[in-house]
């Protein structure tokens, strides 16, 4: 696990003033990586400070150059080229963007790196890696108690799930980055059990608020991940909606699980931030009650037991077509934890990777709905409404059991701790068009 250092300092200040703001998301203890393009320029990587992202190409050029991390190399015009990841390596790019950026920075060093920085409000992002591969897993046990008591009330937690972490293959190619449209698909729909399925545009769209995190570096073939390395083979999160059509995946889910009621969109946000960013926020794992398994031995680790949770806030809003036409400021939805996943991140790696599959520099994987106890702490609309039967009331008095053509959704997560910076993921939002 990450040791808390420096570049954790509360007191620290950069000479970017929008980062010393107490609410940004990007203060220098932050410093995530994304990768983005200008308008009518080619893509490139960066980091996010304050209100502004600053081009690593101009700063590994410039700025950087003789410095201690010259052999960390950038895939140019493209996304990042981690393919000899190293976490020393990322750890000590991250000390050399917050020498840059610290106020007490030299004076030649700010003004060469203030050459390379661009508003956030002129760029458009794209995805940080060209993704291979992506999971999602079932992580949350409130989530899984929540939903299995809706179609299994005398049984709603399966008997494997307290001993593995479920989860199946997405669809990379489908994966967009926060801001894209989301256009409503068509699917087979069951709703008329006295009928045969017909192929229409879904009526029970919703979204599902996840935590997502990317493979830095993979593993061989046949070749295991030990539970005690597995944050070694991690760059950072970020904030995934995994957009779900609940009437396509009642009909179709049995018996191979998700597919088309998945697979037609999952909305990222653009920044990654980095494990040791996080390293204040950190957790025990999950307490289980008592009773409950505890993890199998490949699963279990005494520094994972004691550090492998994250302690990020997650809240979900909406903002319909009519609130955008009545400037009305989006609604909270809901407000989670990952403090609440059953299975920590570290875990569901060293499980993706037990039975000796490789994962793969750029893989995305993800929580799956975060939610906690209480109702205002469910991370998506089939519980929130409970499978529509409860409607929820929006502040203009329109109403919601799943979500309709111009809702907009947006997801945000932050860490916040008494003694640190508070430090952000950014945004993930995305707007449903019509079918």
């Known amino acids: 696990m990450y040791e808390i250092n420096e570049t954790h300092d509360p007191n620290l200040k950069s000479w970017v003033e929008s980062a010393n703001d107490p609410n940004t998301d990007f203060p220098i203890q932050n410093l995530p990586f994304c990768v983005f393009a200008p308008l009518n320029e080619r893509i490139r990587a960066g980091v996010a400070i304050g209100d502004f992202i600053a081009d690593f190409e101009w700063l590994t050029e410039e700025v950087l150059e003789g410095s201690a991390v010259p052999y960390f190399e950038f895939n140019r015009g493209e996304r990042f080229d981690l393919s000899n990841f190293r976490i020393e390596r990322l750890m000590a790019l991250r000390y050399e963007l917050h020498k840059i950026f610290r106020e007490d920075a030299d004076l030649t060093v700010k003004e060469l790196a203030s050459h390379g920085m661009w508003k ?47 989860g199946y ?16 698909p068509h699917g087979q729909n069951r709703s008329d059990q006295d009928a045969p399925p017909v192929f229409i545009p879904a009526k029970n769209l919703d979204y599902e608020m996840e935590l997502g995190f990317f493979v830095g570096k993979g593993n061989e073939m046949g070749e295991p991940i030990n539970i005690a390395d597995a944050e070694k ?13 609940r009437d396509i995946q009642a009909w179709e889910y049995q018996p191979l699980g998700p597919f088309l009621a998945k697979n037609f969109a999952t909305t990222i946000s653009p920044y990654v931030v980095t494990m040791e960013a996080l390293a204040p926020f950190r957790t025990p794992a999950f307490e289980r009650e008592e009773g409950d398994p505890q993890p199998l031995d490949y699963l279990n680790d005494a520094a994972n037991q004691k550090y492998g949770g994250l302690d990020i806030n997650l809240e979900v809003y909406i903002q319909t077509e009519k609130m955008r036409n009545e400037n009305i400021e989006p609604h909270l939805l809901s407000r989670s934890n990952t403090k609440d996943l059953y299975w920590n991140i570290g875990q569901m790696l060293t499980h993706h990777a037990s039975n000796g599959c ?33 409607p929820l009331e929006l502040p203009n008095g329109e109403q919601r059991r799943f979500l309709e053509d111009g809702d907009e959704v947006i997801m945000k997560g932050f860490c916040e701790r008494e003694g640190f910076r508070r430090i952000g993921l950014g945004e993930c939002r995305g707007r449903i068009l019509p079918a």
């Open 169 to 184: 293959h997405g669809r990379a190619s489908s994966i967009v980055v926060s801001g894209t449209d989301i256009k409503r």
């Open 358 to 390: 490789n994962l793969q520099t750029g893989d995305l994987i993800a929580s799956g709905t975060v939610s906690g106890k209480e109702k205002d702490e469910r991370g998506c609309l089939l519980e929130l409404t409970w499978r529509g039967t409860e």
């Open 233 to 245: 083979h991690i760059f950072g999160v970020c904030l995934v909606n995994d957009w779900s059509a």
């Open 120 to 166: 956030r409000d002129e760029i458009a992002f794209t995805s940080p890696y060209f993704i291979h591969d992506y999971t999602d897993f079932y992580c949350s046990i409130y989530h899984a108690t929540n939903v299995g008591s809706m179609f299994r009330p005398d049984n709603p937690l399966m008997p494997n799930y307290k001993y593995v972490p479920i």
